[in-house]
């Protein structure tokens, strides 16, 4: 089967799914393709993994319940300028298509999911992950990096009987943050009981984690390996090869345009930019994309593409986290932390896709 679109977004997330919607404002009609029927707020699905029922299934909403334009279910295998071919044979041709098909954690399903394509698969897969964790008496979090120590964090304080032990290669956990942030999360992680292992590069062997460095052996009930994100690319390479880094992100210009082509953009974690992989860069990216599309289209000039500062916000347990922001550095303002402690951010990122949570 042939298709024909003016303007096709591959991927669904934060960035493509905010894109779809801004256009919509401005009455320019769209199709958008992703692999599986729901949007998921990323932010609330390690909560889900450690206290199900805390947000239960509210971080996530079929497309077909709240999209503005057109949906069509199915993986991208193969782009070419202005085709582009799915798993079950369709071919969609184009006038210019977004990319916003983001990036996945090829070992940590619960995280970002590899297997769950529709709303109650993911919701079950949740369940399920939640449920065996409240029978674990031990769990070993790998990678100690903004997700990792959330995770870690949340497991602690929900169940106080488990022992979770938190490890990552470098010597600090979120080795990307300033010495602040990491100082704070760290001890506010010890006060909830977690054992954090530094310096520490575990790789499983049959059923062990086993320590590359010192041998020492970790047999956890349960290990989350929350390293080794990957860029969803793979469609690019049969025919644009040439537009992806070694990585496997798409390069770009500051108008977000696929370096070599004029009929491609690309936006979010698969896009080759400065700025952190974050849902909070996303977003505004695909805001900005959207508003330059609409310029193009009246004749406007458009505006390059400045990175957002780097920041983040860690939640540590329910109660507490740490947030590393320009000019105040690392910070447990009250407030703040509870902002998103409360729901995670799900009412936010909701109403920001004209969703009524
Ligand atoms: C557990 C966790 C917690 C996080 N917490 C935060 C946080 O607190 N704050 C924050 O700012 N960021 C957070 N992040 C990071 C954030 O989730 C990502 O930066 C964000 O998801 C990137 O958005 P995106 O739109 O670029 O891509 P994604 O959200 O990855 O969306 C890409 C979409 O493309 C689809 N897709 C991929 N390949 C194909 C294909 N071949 N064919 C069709 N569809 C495809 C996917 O199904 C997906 O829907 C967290 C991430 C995780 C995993």
Redesign the pocket.
Known sequence: MNTTTHTLI???????ATLAQELAKSNISTTL????DYFEV??A??RNVADFSKVKDTPRIRYADFLSGEFIQ???VELTENSALLDNGERLTFQQAII????S?PSFSV??SNHAFTLNERNEELKDASLALAKAKSVLVIGAG??GV?LAGDIAYSHPNIKVTLADSSSTVLSSYSENTQRKATKQLQALGVNIQTNRYYQQQDKVYIDKHTGDQLNADITYVAVGVKA?SD?MKPQLSQCITEQGFIKVDADFQVTGTTSLWA????ADLQDL????A?IPQGKELAANLIAKQQGKKTKAHKPMPEMG?IPIGQKKGVAQIPIFGAVTWKPLINFKNKDLLIGYVFKGLGIKH
């Open positions: 591959i991927g669904g997330g934060f960035a493509g393709i992703d692999r599986k990323t932010m699905t390690l199915g993986s991208l916003a098909t983001g990036s954690y995280a970002k903004a997700v959330e969803n469609f936006v979010g974690d698969v992989k974050l849902a909070a996303a916000l």
